[in-house]
């Protein structure tokens, strides 16, 4: 049974970065598709980016590609959330969620297909 656990949120200036961390547990996270997803206060959550298993496939909504690179490291059981130039309109909770396969699910953009979620982070921006 996967487990996720996420940190590195907190309250930023407009224009800083933060790297967010996701954290596996199980000898199973190593061969599933993670993503990042995060909800603004009133609105659904939205899917950032996602992760194939080994790290070789990638997605991003294309708004965010440049902003919010993605990547992880399976010998620490961690994925990375790199977000750069922050903005206001950035500031929502910051999901960890695992899938339940190797590969990014065809609705992660929408926040949805995943097996196993964390209790989120939470990144503030201040203007």
């Known amino acids: 049974q996967v487990q996720v656990a996420e940190s590195g949120g907190g309250l930023v200036q407009a224009g800083e970065a933060l790297t967010l961390s996701c954290v596996g547990s199980g000898l199973q996270f190593a061969k599933v598709a993670v993503a990042w997803v995060r909800q603004a206060p009133g609105k659904e959550r939205d899917g950032v980016a996602c992760?194939?298993?080994?790290?070789?496939?990638?997605s991003h909504i294309s708004s965010l590609r440049d902003r919010f690179p993605i990547s992880r490291d399976n010998s620490k059981n961690t994925v990375y959330l790199r977000v750069i130039g922050l903005k206001a309109e950035d500031t929502a909770k910051y999901y960890c969620?695992?899938?339940?396969?190797?590969?990014?699910?065809?609705?992660?953009?929408?926040?949805?297909?995943?097996?196993?979620w964390g209790q989120g982070t939470q990144v503030t921006v201040s203007s």
């Open positions: 992760i194939s298993y080994d790290g070789d496939d990638k």
């Open positions: 969620a695992a899938a339940a396969n190797s590969f990014c699910p065809g609705s992660w953009f929408s926040g949805t297909g995943f097996q196993t």
